[in-house]
């Protein structure tokens, strides 16, 4: 029919299987969310009149961050941490005693904002607030970024690959790494994802703050070992990138730490899996010039019709 739109060939594609360095058949990498009051703040400002709850989100930069600092010193392992501009604000010595330790630090929103509905040009703000704290506090310009609770929008993409960043972690579509496509910005085709998953984010498993958010039901350290212990074995056997997200307010428990160092354990043990921290898988992933993939927005019309 004259002027019809034809049908496209092909829906959207996977990312391709990774060739991972020096024989490795997969990745591991352990990233830290250093969210402290930053994401209670933004969700609910008042929350600054409640000590309690308060205290809850500072045990992670006062505690948590050296006690797991330490566990990644006793293995020799490099990490990512996520770190909001307001975090670095307020624990300037701890963010950068992640530096001295020789930590990647990555970008985290700046009061941990939530995205969803948010024009580009605030979304853009928040990424330069939070890059120019990151500048000044931790001595850093930062090329990885992840979107606070995970909720990027579509234009982060752009906004990332403007401000130079080189990956992000913040989607779910892939059990690898690939390069994203980017529209719009002259001379960047792409920036590196690094698929994440709620199964693998301590915040499912034991966040719980009476009147802010979380189920009631904090879970065992022991179920939780099962449940990343069992990720781990698979996405070795699939070649895949097992990325896993903490929370030091989270992760750094004594108990909850030592199901930590059990998994980072088990990820060394193997000696086929490579581990490192965000930025230096992204930057294999960008050595191997792939062919970047495009992620598109799904279109409803008024019939209900999906495209």
């Known amino acids: 029919m004259t002027g019809a739109i034809p049908e496209p060939t092909t829906g959207p594609v996977p990312a391709v299987p990774m060739v991972w360095p020096d024989g490795h058949r997969a990745a591991a990498s352990f990233s830290f969310d250093v969210d402290a009051e930053s994401a209670i703040l933004h969700a609910s400002p008042g929350s600054a009149s409640r000590p309690g709850v308060m205290s809850h989100q500072s045990y992670g930069p006062l505690v948590g961050v050296p006690r797991i600092l330490d566990i990644l010193d006793r293995h020799g392992v490099e990490a990512t941490f996520f770190v909001p501009g307001y975090t670095a604000e307020r624990y300037p010595g701890v963010v950068r005693d992640i530096v001295a330790a020789g930590h990647e630090i990555a970008h985290h929103g ?17 990424l330069d607030r939070g890059l120019e704290v990151l500048e000044r506090v931790a001595g850093v310009r930062p090329v990885g970024y992840r979107a606070p609770m995970w909720e990027p929008t579509w234009a982060t993409p752009r906004l990332l690959a403007e401000r130079g960043f080189l990956h992000d ?125 495009s992620m598109t927005r799904p279109v409803v019309d008024p019939s209900g019709t999906a495209g």
Request: hydrophobic letters at 40%; glycine letters at 8%; charged letters at 20%.
């Open 110 to 126: 700046y009061l941990h904002e939530t995205l969803e509905g948010v024009s580009p040009q605030t979304e853009a703000s928040y």
């Open 169 to 293: 972690s913040s989607l779910m579509d892939a059990d690898v790494p690939y390069e994203l496509a980017v529209s719009g910005v002259p001379e960047v085709a792409s920036i590196v994802e690094i698929p994440i998953h709620w199964a693998l984010d301590d915040w499912e498993q034991y966040f719980f703050l009476p009147g802010i958010s979380g189920d009631p039901l904090i879970e065992s350290p022991t179920k939780v070992h099962e449940l990343w212990s069992l990720e781990l074995e698979a996405m070795r056997d699939v070649g895949g990138c097992f990325a896993l997200t903490n929370h030091p307010f989270l992760s750094g428990r004594p108990s909850r730490a030592v199901v930590l160092e059990r998994i980072i354990t088990q990820a060394l043990a193997y000696g086929d899996v490579w581990v490192a921290p965000l930025g230096q898988i992204a930057g294999h992933v960008r050595s191997l010039d792939l062919t970047p993939r």
